[in-house]
């Protein structure tokens, strides 16, 4: 299967704003979920927003909520996480990933998102205070 393909990163100031894209057009369909998932530096990969694209139903970490959009575009493909007031907290590489089903609280588990997920290379982000 096709591999999602992140872009988007980049290097950015505190309370700046990124936009992430995430090209996966096998995978936003009604038969998965999508979610953003980020590693920071000596850090577990953890979740960060996910979203069942057909359904409108989006899940965020608190560490985001209010800062971060999750949003998907079916008919160009493509899953978005769009950043504001980034803090250096945010820098990390941020990976996309599709999970079978339509359940969009298995895209925010990155342990069944680890297991069973197709995931993308990741984009780097670092936010320089």
């Known amino acids: 299967q096709v591999q999602p393909v992140e872009s988007g990163g980049g290097s950015v100031q505190a309370r700046g704003s990124l936009r992430l894209s995430c090209k996966a057009s096998?995978?936003?369909?009604?038969?998965?979920?999508m979610g953003w998932f980020r590693q920071a530096p000596g850090k577990e990969r953890e979740a960060v927003a996910a979203?069942?694209?057909?359904?409108?139903?989006?899940r965020y970490a608190d560490s985001v909520k209010g800062r971060f959009t999750i949003s998907q575009d079916n008919g160009k493909g493509t899953l978005y996480l769009q950043m504001n007031s980034l803090s250096p907290e945010d820098t990390a590489v941020y990976y996309c990933a599709a999970v079978r089903g339509t359940v969009v609280s298995n895209c925010a588990d990155i342990r069944i998102a680890t297991n069973v997920g197709h995931w993308g290379q990741g984009t780097q982000v670092t936010v320089s205070s």
């Open positions: 096998e995978y936003t369909n009604s038969n998965y979920c």
């Open positions: 979203i069942y694209g057909f359904g409108g139903s989006t």
